[in-house]
C-alpha cells in the first residue's frame, strides 16, 4: 500500500500544466554504508495525473494498492535538498500498481473491446 502524501504541478514540453501526485511507500529501516548506523526512510515517488488542483488535493492521505519499487538506470547526479551534497544515483523509484488490481483492470478491458 502507498500513500499519495502530495501533489505538484508541472509543465510540459509545450508549457501546459499538469498534476502529478507525490506517493510514499512504508516505513523502512535501512543501514547506511558509510556510518554503519540505521535510520527510518520511505520510497517516493511521483505519478502523472488528470486531476485538477483541488482534486489532487482531495486525495491527500488516500491509500493506494501497490508498491514503490527502484528501478534500474543510467547514473545521473542528484542534490540533496538537505544538505546541497551532490551525488551520483543509478536508480529511480516507481509506482507498481497492486498485480491482483492490474490483472482485473486487464480482465474489464477485454471484457469491453470483446
Known amino acids: 500500500m502507498v500513500t499519495i502524501v ?3 504541478i508541472s509543465k510540459n514540453a509545450d508549457g501546459e ?5 507525490i506517493l510514499e511507500g512504508s516505513l ?6 558509510e ?3 540505521f535510520y527510518a526512510t520511505a520510497k517516493r515517488c511521483s505519478i502523472t495525473s488528470t486531476f485538477d488542483e483541488a482534486k489532487a488535493s482531495s486525495l491527500i ?3 493506494l494498492p501497490g508498491q514503490i519499487i527502484q528501478h534500474e538506470c543510467d547514473p ?6 538537505e544538505t546541497w551534497e551532490e551525488i551520483e544515483l543509478s536508480h529511480t523509484c516507481r509506482y507498481v500498481p497492486d498485480p491482483q488490481v492490474e490483472e ?6 477485454e471484457e469491453v473491446f470483446a
Open 61 to 63: 492521505g488516500r491509500g
Open 28 to 33: 523502512s529501516i535501512v543501514k547506511s554504508s
Open 17 to 21: 500544466e499538469f498534476i502529478s501526485l
Open 76 to 81: 545521473y547526479l542528484y542534490t540533496v535538498p
Open 104 to 109: 482485473k483492470a486487464a480482465i474489464k478491458e
Open 6 to 8: 502530495d501533489y505538484r
Open 35 to 37: 556510518t554503519g548506523n
